[in-house]
C-alpha cells in the first residue's frame, strides 16, 4: 500500500520559482520531528527552495540530508537523490516513508514489482513520489532518461541532489566513474537545480565536482561548514607487529563498563531498561579474515560482536545489521571491513576503532564520524603501527604500479592526490605536539581552528602520548 503524503500540495510554477511564503519551521516540526534547524540548514533550505544549485560541505552527522529532504516535500514536483550507498538509500527510504512521506528506491536491492510500480508512477509525467533514491548506474539508463523527459516536460522535476558528492571527482577518495556521467542532468536539463552535498571535499574535490556536474558558478550557492566533531574524543594508539592489541582494547572496554556499573550511572540506565554491556561501537579492520577471528575472539570473552564484510550472505548480513541498530544483546560491536555504516543513521555509536589505520584522511575522517550522531560524548581510537603503515603504501604503490601504462595526466593527478591523502594521515597518527581536532581541520583546509575540551589524547595527556609514541611504535630503522 502507498505510503500517506503529508506534504503539502504540490504547486507548479510554470517553469518560474516564485518566491512564496513556505513555513518551514512547521514542515520540520510536522513531519521530520525536530524542533530547530541547526545552524546554517535554514540558509541551505532556503537557497534550495529559490532555485540556486548548492555545493554543501558540512562535517559528517551535520544533518546534510535534511537540506534537499526538506525541500524535497515542500516544492513542487519530483527529487532524484542519487548515492552511491545502498545502505543510505534503503535507510533514508525506510525514515521517511514512517514519517508518511511519499518516498522510492530503484537500487540493486529493490524488487522488480516494486521496481515495475515505480517506474509507472514516473511514466505518467506527474509522479506521486516526492524523493527518488536511485544509483548514479540507474541514471545512465534509457528508461530512466525517458521517464525524466516526461516529466521534465510536464515541470515536475524539482531538483537533482547528489549525496556523498566527493565521488564524482577523480581526486575524492571513493571515486566511482559511473558519477563522471551525471554531467548528464545539467545538458539535459539546464533549468532544474542540482545540490551536492559531502562531509569531505577539499579545495580541488569541490572545484572538480562543480566542473564536472556543468554547475553554473555564477548562481551557485556554496556552503563549506567546519569538519569539526567536538563531541568525539580521537585518540591514536602506538603498537608495533610484536605487540597484540586485543588485550588492550578489552581493557578500555571494561573499564566503560565498569564506569556504567557505578551506582548513579547504573540506577540511570536500569530506569532506561539499557544493559550494561550496550556501548555500541563499530571496529574497522582492513581484511576480511580479522573480521571474522576478531569477532569470534571477543564473542569468546563475552562482548556481543558480529562480523560484517562482503562474504557473508545477504541473510547474514541482514541479521547482523538490524540487531546492531536495535541494541540487541549479542550485537553490541560490528567488526566491519571498511566503509561500513556509511549511510546508516544509528545515533548512540560510542566508539569507533580502527584496528589499523585506514587508507586515507577522507576515510578515516568518514569513518570516525560514525560515533556520536546524537552529539553526545564518544571515542575514535585508531592502533597505528609503523609496520601496517609500510604494508599500505606498498599496496598503494603496486595498485598505482598496475594502472601506470598509459595513464592520463588526470590520472597521473588522482595517484598524486591519493599519496597525499595517505601521507598526511600518517603525519596526523606520528604527531605528538598538536591537538587532533586541530589537525583535521587542517587537512580539511577550515578556516578556523576548532576549540577541543581535551577531547583528544594530545590535549588530555601531552606527555604521555610523546613517551607512548617512543616506547611503542617500531624504530623507523626496522621498519624498513
Ligand atoms: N535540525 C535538526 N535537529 C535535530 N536533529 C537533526 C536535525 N537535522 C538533522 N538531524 C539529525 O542528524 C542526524 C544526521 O543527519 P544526516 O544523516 O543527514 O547526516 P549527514 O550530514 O548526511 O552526515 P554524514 O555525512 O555523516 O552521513 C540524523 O539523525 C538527523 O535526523
Redesign the pocket.
Known amino acids: 500500500m502507498a505510503p500517506m503524503d503529508h506534504a503539502p500540495k504540490r504547486r507548479k510554477t510554470n517553469g518560474h520559482r516564485k518566491s512564496r511564503t513556505i513555513d518551514i519551521d512547521f514542515t ?1 516540526r510536522r513531519l ?1 520531528g ?5 545552524p546554517l ?1 535554514r540558509e541551505v533550505i532556503s537557497a534550495a527552495l529559490e532555485g540556486h544549485d548548492i555545493f554543501l560541505q ?9 537540506c534537499y529532504q526538506l525541500p524535497a516535500v515542500v516544492d513542487y514536483g519530483i527529487t532524484i537523490v542519487v548515492s552511491p550507498l545502498l545502505a ?1 538509500m534503503n535507510n ?1 527510504v525506510t ?1 521517511l516513508q514512517a514519517a508518511g512521506i511519499s518516498v522510492a528506491t530503484i537500487n540493486s536491492s529493490t524488487p522488480s514489482s516494486i521496481r515495475q510500480a515505480i517506474l509507472e508512477d514516473l511514466r505518467c509525467g506527474h509522479p506521486h513520489t516526492r524523493l527518488l533514491y536511485v544509483t548514479p548506474e540507474f541514471c545512465m539508463t534509457t528508461t530512466f532518461r525517458k521517464n525524466l523527459q516526461t516529466i521534465h516536460e510536464q515541470r515536475e522535476l524539482s531538483r537533482i541532489a547528489v ?2 558528492a566527493h565521488c564524482i571527482s577523480e581526486w575524492g577518495h571513493d571515486f566511482r566513474p559511473s558519477f563522471k556521467e551525471l554531467n548528464y542532468f545539467k545538458r539535459e536539463f539546464p533549468d532544474v537545480p542540482i545540490i551536492c ?3 569531505t571535499a577539499t579545495q580541488r574535490v569541490r572545484d572538480d565536482i562543480i566542473d564536472t556536474l556543468g554547475l553554473n558558478r555564477s548562481s551557485l550557492k556554496t556552503f563549506t561548514m567546519t569538519t569539526s566533531r567536538p563531541n568525539i574524543h580521537y585518540e591514536v594508539r602506538f603498537k608495533n607487529d610484536t605487540d597484540d592489541h586485543y588485550e588492550n582494547f578489552v581493557r578500555w572496554l571494561r573499564a566503560v563498563y565498569a564506569r556504567r556499573a557505578l551506582s548513579e550511572r547504573r540506577t540511570e540506565l536500569e530506569a532506561q531498561s539499557t544493559r550494561l554491556s550496550n556501548v555500541s561501537g563499530i571496529i574497522y579492520v582492513l581484511y576480511r579474515k580479522d573480521c571474522e577471528s576478531l569477532a569470534g575472539r571477543l564473542v569468546g570473552d563475552g562482548i556481543g560482536a558480529k562480523p560484517y564484510h562482503a562474504g557473508l550472505t545477504a541473510a547474514e548480513k541482514e541479521d547482523h545489521l538490524q540487531g546492531w541498530v536495535a541494541n540487541q544483546e549479542g550485537y553490541d560491536i560490528m567488526v566491519a571491513t571498511t566503509a561500513f555504516g ?2 546508516i ?1 544509528k ?1 548512540d555509536v560510542r566508539f569507533v576503532v580502527h584496528w589499523q589505520m585506514p587508507k586515507s584522511f577522507e576515510g578515516y575522517y ?1 569513518e570516525a ?2 560515533a556520536g ?2 552529539q553526545k560524548a564518544s571515542v575514535a581510537i585508531m592502533y597505528y603501527a609503523r609496520e601496517d603503515r609500510d604494508r599500505i603504501i606498498l599496496l598503494q604503490q603496486r595498485d598505482a604500479g598496475k594502472s601506470s601504462n598509459g595513464r592520463s595526466a588526470a590520472s597521473e593527478q588522482a595517484v598524486a592526490a591519493r599519496n597525499l591523502s595517505l601521507n598526511s594521515l600518517i603525519s596526523y597518527c606520528e604527531t605528538t605536539t598538536k591537538c587532533r581536532h586541530a589537525l583535521i581541520a587542517s587537512y580539511f583546509h577550515d578556516p578556523e581552528t576548532p576549540p577541543c575540551k581535551y577531547a583528544c589524547d594530545w590535549h588530555k595527556d601531552p606527555a604521555g602520548l610523546f613517551a607512548a609514541k617512543e616506547r611503542d611504535l617500531c624504530p623507523e630503522e626496522w621498519s624498513e
Open positions: 520540520l521530520f525536530k524542533s530547530t534547524f541547526r540548514q558540512a562535517a559528517t552527522s551535520f544533518g546534510k540530508s535534511l543510505l533514508q525514515s549525496d556523498e552535498v559531502t562531509a556509511m549511510g543513521d545515533e568518514q564520524g560514525r550522531r546524537d
